[in-house]
């Protein structure tokens, strides 16, 4: 049975590091697939861009690599999902995959850390199998990123493919 990884977040941009975690997640043998789930505009975080964007960019980001997939999931639902509901909604819509053994959510160490604070953490926790990512402390974040792309300092282009950063640029995004 394929070992699929559900790789949540905000994407705000998606980088090469996120692709880099998917990547090496498959070649290290630990996961078969590896499906990205962009949060939806109900998501609240300051400089988050319109869902759509997010979406489309990971659709480029993740262009020919194989064992990767997009999903709006999320973004379908027109209403603010905690962890729990999107965990959930995953479960329900990829059924055929459900077994224990082969579903995972991968997240970063400080989400994992947090997970006890999160609505209805108690019908989680053990639900689900965790890839848990530690962040490396001298990795650049998609603050920085953002704040690069909003200063045009083409330096963005070593994080992001340049499709990517093209797409950012056409669609006049991290402006404001």
């Known amino acids: 049975m394929e070992r699929v ?22 070649k290290q043998g630990k996961l078969d697939k590896v499906i990205f789930i962009p949060v939806n505009d109900y998501y609240n975080k300051e400089e988050l861009i319109e869902a759509k964007h997010r979406y489309n960019m990971l659709k480029i980001i993740i262009g020919n690599h194989k064992n990767l997939e997009v999903d709006d999931i999320e973004i379908k639902e027109n209403r603010k999902l905690f962890a729990v509901d999107a965990f959930e909604l995953i479960a329900d819509d990829y059924s055929s995959y459900y077994y224990k053994d082969n579903i995972f959510m991968i997240m970063g160490s400080d989400n994992y850390k947090s997970m006890p604070t999160w609505k209805n953490y108690s019908r989680i926790k053990d639900k689900y199998n965790y890839i848990i990512i530690d962040r490396d402390k001298k990795e650049i974040s998609s603050t920085q990123i953002r704040k690069m792309i909003k200063n045009n300092d083409r330096k963005a282009l070593e994080y992001l493919p340049k499709e990517v950063y093209n797409y950012i640029k056409e669609n006049n995004l991290y402006k404001h």
């Not at 977040?9 to 998917?22: D, K, L, Q, R």
């Open 5 to 26: 990884g559900f790789f949540g977040g905000c994407f705000n941009p998606p980088t090469n590091i996120h692709i880099n975690i998917a990547n090496n997640l498959i």
